[in-house]
Each structure stands twice: as structure tokens, then as C-alpha cells.
């Protein structure tokens, strides 16, 4: 099981910065983010 805080933070957080149009898809990333790391991703 990897980090997915990290991955998928960093990997959210680049989408959200070139693409900020794609908040539904972010939203989609932070909650498998939760799901598979089971940790909150804030922001």
C-alpha cells in the first residue's frame, strides 16, 4: 500500500494548479485518496 497522501496530494494539487476547472475530478481524487490511505487529504 503507498502513501496515497502523497501521491495523490502532489498529483491533486498539480491538477488543481494547471487545471482548476477539474475541482469535481479533484474531489474525486481526494476521496479515493481517503479511501485508499485512509487519511484525510486537506486542501
Known sequence: MRPAESDDARFAKALGRFH????????????????????????
Request: without cysteine; positive net charge; hydrophobic residues 30%.
Open 20 to 43: 482548476p476547472d477539474k475541482s469535481a475530478e479533484l474531489r474525486r481524487l481526494r476521496r479515493n485518496a481517503v479511501g485508499l490511505g485512509g487519511r484525510p487529504v486537506s486542501r
